[in-house]
């Protein structure tokens, strides 16, 4: 059974980066694709990106500048930082599996929530 | 980016109800649309992709259409476990991008 766990720092103080670690069960990290997605309070979902095939990456253009997603293969886990955060970074931050190229994420994690704040 | 847009952005109906929501596409995207399914405290659930290619294990009162740039979420007989809320998501094109979200919640 693939599970998907987000782990990281609930509270994260304005201007610094946001770190979050997906651990992954039951699945290689180098199959499939791995995506962050987040869900900030009372609005939609908003995909941040993804890792491919252990080594590859893609952002979405509206975060790329400040995105960074990296993988641990010897510990089956892969990362998110996020810099410069504002409040408006305040969100549910999932991680999900996209199996193959489909385009669509079979496999989530529960979420980890996040706020920004001083 | 494409846009989609969905509605109501919240309804409330009872158990046995039939549910219909909406997810509208800005631009054309085949039947690139896929369902999911959010309750608090648990991960997200794929309910279908394709548009209406219904995933392993999920009930068969859910059903997808589609008709050009427009897309159907049917449940056909509302039950308990169904009170979430659900969101489209368009995997045509980069970057992927979701719909706002129908709350469903108990009348």
């Known amino acids: 059974q693939v599970q998907l766990q987000e782990s990281g720092p609930g509270l994260v103080t304005p201007s610094e980066t946001l770190s979050l670690i997906c651990s992954v069960s039951g699945d290689s990290i180098s199959r499939h694709y791995w995506s962050w997605i987040r869900q900030p309070p009372g609005k939609g979902l908003e995909w941040i990106g993804y890792?491919?095939?252990?080594?590859?990456?893609d952002y979405n253009p509206s975060l790329r500048s400040r995105s960074t997603i990296s993988v641990d293969t010897s510990k089956n886990q892969f990362s998110l930082r996020l810099t410069s955060v504002t409040a408006a970074d305040t969100a549910v931050y999932y991680c999900?599996?996209?199996?193959?190229?489909?385009?669509?994420?079979?496999?989530w994690g529960r979420g980890t929530p996040v706020t920004v704040s001083s | 980016d494409i846009q989609m847009t969905q509605s109501p952005s919240s309804l409330s109906a009872s158990v046995g109800d039939r549910v219909t929501i909406t997810c509208r596409a800005s631009q054309y995207i085949n039947d690139d649309l896929s369902w999911y399914q959010l309750r608090p405290g648990k991960a997200p659930k794929l309910l279908m992709h394709a548009a209406s290619a219904l995933e392993s294990g999920v009930p068969s009162r859910f059903s997808g259409s589609e008709s050009g740039t427009e897309f159907t979420l049917t449940i056909s007989s509302l039950q308990s476990e169904d009170f979430a809320t659900y969101y489209c998501q368009q995997s045509y094109s980069e970057p992927r991008t979701f719909g706002q979200g129908t709350k469903v919640e108990m009348k």
């Open positions: 890792l491919y095939y252990s080594f590859n990456t």
């Open positions: 999900a599996r996209e199996f193959g190229a489909r385009g669509y994420f079979d496999l």
